[in-house]
């Protein structure tokens, strides 16, 4: 059969700019939306629907590979979404005046936290001076010193009484040192001196004795009147000061009331403060810094304590638990908030409590809660990476317990796993509506699937991000805007129409197929970047055709190191590869190795042998422990394959070895199936096989050749091998025809087809491919199954049956042997 080789329009789909109605980007406008240019409908919608969805648990998972432009329609779906929605809450920790370790949320819409915690700072200065003027004001004065007069008279009183009974006993009252003592009196009414009183008769000393006794005794009665009376003072003086403290403090605290007490929360907070501002007159006047002085208990120093104290110091101990901490402030936001959070720690998503040292320890209270970027996000939508997020210790887990309560509780990690038991801030979990959208791999995503039973409710939406999209007329228009777009966003040059032309081709080859274009934006983004410095070392102004090319070349150099190794040692016979030729058994296999982002064909001599056996196919390789499974299932197909076709009524009666030549590394895949069964068929009949022809593609038990991976790095990588040791015009490679569509081959292959030096052949059989290595027809069965003398097939089929008559001979052989021993 005569099969028709590949011209060199057939190995590259080229992208003709004259249809393009432009002549340079410059002349073209950018997209608006990257999902117009990069045709992602499953994706688009997706997003779409799941940021339009309001249930619990839709929450979005977009998953493709990188450089897909996930990261950017994400973010333009969610602010078209966002520039639509209202403004969020803004929220505030303020102070729990019954338990300090609790600290309170309040809530306000966008804009009135901040204008509420500015009118509180002010309010409490301002109530620190209208207090401070109170106090000092002359009614007060007048009022406090009435207070102390009329306890200064009682106590006065109290001493006359006493010191009048005490004349009348000859006694006089005195004040010593240690407090009050009662001493006798000489005739001329003065007290009499210790040495006079000494010389007393003892009948007149105990006499005097008996009337100081006597007279405590009842001096006691009058003087235990004077803490009862004392306490009266106090109590006076703190009705006073509540009185005067309140006529200050309501009108400045109604005006708060007035202006934000339509939030209950807010009023009963506000009611707080007035409250514990009253209650801490002292401490709040003072700011902390007098408060033991002032509880000595004499009213002046309270009241000299009042008027001390730092009326602007915001930050003392005293005051600073009334200020407001603006957790969320929105004031400055049009719509809801997009955040994207490209550190997701525990911290950075929950929030946290800092502490301060001070005086060697550390402290806290609810003016060092900081917020996460849930806290920042809510109302809106959060973007996150799935792979940061999973290797953050405690990140994943936060963020599920968080989705699940609908509430974000700020505690630190030790909290959570319970490795720290001090004592520390509880604030009040702040409610959470928000969505969250995480980017992943697929292979993050599905791994999720399956292990974790609570992503599937947590994340029911998958926005799936393709790698590549359909080649027609409309997606290369939409794809020369899209150029036009990254132009703009990376200040370049703009590309001519042929330059354009040739970013298009590339975009085919990135993904491997001629009928399709690549949406990775970041490879397209990184050939542009480097287009365009190579216009500039060629003094272009604008990008040519030729600058692409010169950064596609480049690109590739920067990489191909170990290839051109490779390619060296094949040329210097150091590694075998026959491209002159035809031996038996020997077919030359192409395979693809990968190293990070660069792909590389390289040529493998796969070698045969048989001899008499029991129908095994030995896969060295997988003896060696250097197959991987999928290469070790291609090598099985092999034997059902010869089974089925040379021996379906006869067993197969033979032992075959296959070998990757000087392979010194694992093995994966299934494309070098179909040379392996070429490889046998030749070692089988006996035919040498063409070694300017090499082979890729898998197998089927029918012989079915099926299509395979890097068909283009694979014709490369053999024709890099030819081109060194002298191209013939008859070498090439046979490749699946389904796998033709996928071909854009490098430039100078192109040319040696074109030039008929190289040829690239696509095959659907196994006997397509046997005709082609061998020169040989393959030849089709009779009625009876039997293949024609002279034709690959028949060959096989003949030398099968003669092995299995050997085999039975052999074996009667060996059983007659036996019986004549026994």
């Not at 502490?355 to 060092?368: K, R, Y």
């Not at 290595?773 to 039997?786: F, I, K, Q, S, Y």
Request: hydrophobic residues 35%.
């Amino acid at each position: 059969m005569a099969l028709q080789r590949l011209d060199s329009d057939a190995v590259y789909n080229y992208c003709d700019s004259d249809s393009f109605s432009f002549n340079t980007t410059a002349d073209i406008e950018p997209i608006d939306e990257l999902s117009q240019a990069l045709s992602q409908p499953r994706a688009v919608e997706s997003l779409k629907f799941g940021t339009a969805m309001q249930r619990h648990g839709f929450n979005i998972f977009a998953l493709g590979q990188p450089g897909t432009g996930r990261h950017g329609m994400v973010g333009q779906t969610l602010d078209k979404k966002a520039r639509q929605s209202r403004v969020p809450s803004d929220w505030c920790y303020v102070n729990n005046f019954q338990d300090a370790s609790r600290p309170r949320t309040l809530e306000f819409p966008a804009g009135q936290g901040k204008k509420f915690a500015e009118d509180m700072k002010n309010t409490v200065l301002e109530v620190r001076n209208a207090l401070k003027a109170s106090f000092e004001s002359e009614e007060y004065q007048n009022r406090l010193q009435s207070v102390q007069q009329e306890f200064k008279d009682q106590q006065q009183k109290a001493f006359e009484e006493v010191n009048n009974m005490a004349r009348q006993r000859g006694l006089s009252l005195v004040r010593t040192p240690n407090g009050i003592a009662f001493a006798p009196l000489k005739e001329d009414g003065e007290v009499m001196p210790p040495e006079e009183y000494q010389q007393l008769s003892e009948e007149k000393r105990k006499e005097t004795e008996k009337k100081i006794e006597e007279l405590q005794e009842e001096s006691q009665k009058v003087f235990q009147k004077i803490p009862q009376w004392q306490k009266e003072v106090r109590r006076k003086i703190q009705e006073l000061n509540n009185e005067v403290a309140k006529y200050a403090i309501s009108p400045l605290i109604d005006e708060l009331r007035n202006k934000y007490g339509q939030n209950s929360e807010t009023a009963e907070h506000l009611d707080a403060v007035e409250n514990d501002i009253l209650e801490n007159l002292q401490t709040f006047m003072t700011g902390g810094q007098q408060q033991a002085q002032a509880g000595a208990g004499a009213p002046q120093m309270q009241h000299q304590g009042f008027i001390s104290g730092d009326e602007t110091d915001m930050d003392s101990p005293a005051v600073r638990k009334y200020k407001v901490n603006l957790l969320v402030d929105n004031s400055e936001r049009e719509g809801s908030p997009v955040i994207y959070e490209d550190n997701p720690t525990y911290a950075n998503l929950v929030g946290k409590v800092e502490h301060i040292s001070q005086m060697g320890a550390l402290i806290t209270d609810f003016n060092l809660i900081k917020p996460g970027s849930l806290h920042r996000a809510n109302g809106g939508a959060l973007i996150l990476d799935a792979r940061k997020v999973l290797t953050q210790p405690g990140a994943w887990e936060g963020l599920k317990r968080v989705l699940k309560s609908k509430k974000v509780k700020i505690e630190s990690l030790a909290e959570m796993f319970s490795l720290l038991s001090t004592v520390t801030l509880e604030p009040e979990p702040i409610g959470l509506d928000l969505k969250v959208v995480m980017i992943g791999s697929p292979f993050i995503y599905y791994l999720l699937q399956y292990y974790d039973p609570e992503f599937p409710e947590l994340f029911r939406v998958a926005a799936d991000f393709d790698v590549q999209m359909h080649r027609n007329k409309e997606s290369q228009d939409m794809f020369a805007r899209l150029l036009r777009t990254i132009i703009d966003r990376e200040n370049l040059r703009h590309f001519g129409k042929d330059a354009v032309a040739r970013m298009i081709e590339q975009s085919s080859r990135i993904v491997g197929d001629g009928e399709r274009m690549s949406t990775r934006i970041k490879e397209i983004t990184d050939l542009m970047v480097e287009a365009d410095y190579w216009a500039g070392e060629n003094g272009n102004t604008g990008v040519e055709a030729a600058d692409v090319e010169k950064a596609v070349e480049f690109m590739t150099y920067r990489s191909d190191r170990l290839r051109q190794r490779i390619q060296e040692e094949i040329e210097r016979g150091t590694l075998i590869i026959d491209t002159h030729g035809e031996v038996a058994g020997q077919v030359n296999g192409l395979s693809v190795l990968s190293l990070g982002d660069f792909m590389f064909g390289r040529p493998n001599r796969i070698t045969a042998r048989i001899q008499m056996g029991k129908g095994e196919v030995i896969d060295i390789e997988r003896e060696a422990k250097l197959s991987g499974p999928l290469h070790s299932k291609g090598v099985l197909i092999l034997s059902g394959f010869l089974g089925a076709r040379y021996a379906a009524d006869r067993p197969l009666s033979l032992k075959a070895s296959l070998v990757f030549e000087q392979s010194y590394g694992g093995i994966e895949g299934d494309s070098a199936s179909s040379a392996e069964l070429f490889a046998l068929i030749s070692a089988i009949a006996g035919i040498p096989v063409k070694q300017g022809l090499a082979v890729t593609g898998s197998v089927n038990q029918f012989g079915q050749i099926q299509a395979i991976g890097g068909v283009n790095e694979k014709i490369e990588g053999f024709f890099d091998v030819c081109s060194r040791k002298g191209l013939t015009g008859d070498q090439g490679v046979l490749i699946p025809e389904a796998n033709a569509k996928h071909l854009m081959l490098r430039k100078d292959v192109v040319e040696a087809v074109s030039r008929e030096d190289f040829h690239i052949y696509p095959i659907k059989t196994v006997d397509e491919g046997i005709e082609l290595l061998t020169g040989t027809a393959a030849g089709t069965p009779d009625e009876n199954n039997n293949y024609p003398e002279g034709t690959v097939n028949g060959m096989v089929q003949r030398k099968l049956a003669e092995m299995a008559d050997s085999m039975k001979k052999f074996s009667q052989g060996q059983e007659q042997g036996g019986g004549s021993e026994s």
